[in-house]
């Protein structure tokens, strides 16, 4: 495993503390794959919010990869006080996945040739703008799933 040139990781991870971020990357991973070339990834961990004291930004996260690689690198970090848990997505842009999941509207641009499926999920209402968003990003989707308890009305 020390002579990896290339590395393809997909990751789901459920923490009671901390989500993973680049300086987990860099020294669990990276450091210890010296021929490493190329590394894709599409991470997304995933805390139950139980009183933490401090909590990750998304500014935290993206300071977390300044010496990680030169690939644009994407995250987005969400706390959701109804269900009381937390969401970190990181990934290397362009996006190679064929599923997006759980998109907040914390989402920005980007666009993403290769996704199929998309699922969307807030304890915030989507506007119509958000959606307008989603179609030119994922301008290939095949299957769009919302998780939205709001109404319009409320």
Do not use: W
């Not at 937390?86 to 290769?114: D, V």
Request: with cysteine; glycine share 2%; proline share 1%.
């Amino acid at each position: 495993m020390f002579n990896l040139v290339e590395l393809d990781l997909r990751l789901v991870m459920f923490d009671e503390k901390r989500f993973i971020d680049g300086y987990d990357l860099k020294y669990n991973i990276i450091n210890h794959l010296l021929r490493l070339n190329k590394f894709v990834f599409n991470i997304s961990s995933h805390l139950p919010l139980n009183d933490q004291i401090s909590l990750s930004s998304n500014e935290d996260c993206q300071l977390s990869f300044k010496d990680v690689q030169d690939n644009k690198v994407i995250s987005y970090v969400d706390y959701f006080s109804d269900c009381k848990r937390g969401q970190c997505h990181i990934y290397s842009y362009p996006y190679q996945g064929k599923r997006y999941q759980s998109i907040t509207n914390n989402f920005s641009y980007g666009l993403f040739e290769s996704v199929r499926e998309v699922s969307l999920f807030d304890e915030r209402l989507f506007e119509h703008e958000f959606f307008v968003k989603i179609a030119k990003s994922f301008s290939f989707i095949e299957k769009l799933t919302v998780y939205n308890k709001k109404s319009t009305e409320e």
